[in-house]
């Protein structure tokens, strides 16, 4: 089993910056990729960004390209999500996710989740 636990979501002014992160722990051997979903009220899940487990391949939502970046702590076994020039759109809850697979956009794919984490960004 992996455990994924979030931080770092808050209250952000329009324009403003964030950084999450998701610790993982447990069987982190077995993971091959980790994402970042999100998801605002009355809402699908959505997809926002990933990483494969050595940092080398990255895949971004088109609506996030260009202001959110994701990467990855090695030696601390953690992923970051650094988001700039944020927008009331961006409101949501953000989970941390982890599949076996390999580099996934879709949330089926994926294995372990986090609790998430809230982002309110207000205009």
């Known amino acids: 089993q992996v455990q994924l636990v979030e931080s770092g979501g808050e209250l952000v002014q329009a324009g403003g910056s964030l950084r999450l992160s998701c610790a993982a722990s447990g069987r982190t051997s077995t993971i091959s990729a980790m994402g970042w979903f999100r998801q605002a009220p009355g809402k699908e899940r959505e997809f926002v960004a990933a990483i494969t487990w050595s940092g080398s391949n990255t895949v971004y939502a088109d609506s996030v390209k260009g202001r959110f970046t994701i990467s990855r702590d090695n030696a601390k076994n953690t992923v970051y999500l650094q988001m700039n020039s944020l927008k009331p759109e961006d409101t949501a809850v953000y989970y941390c996710?982890?599949?076996?697979?390999?580099?996934?956009?879709?949330?089926?794919?994926?294995?372990?989740w986090g609790q998430g984490t809230q982002v309110t960004v207000s205009s």
């Open positions: 996710a982890a599949t076996k697979i390999t580099i996934m956009t879709i949330k089926r794919f994926y294995d372990y």
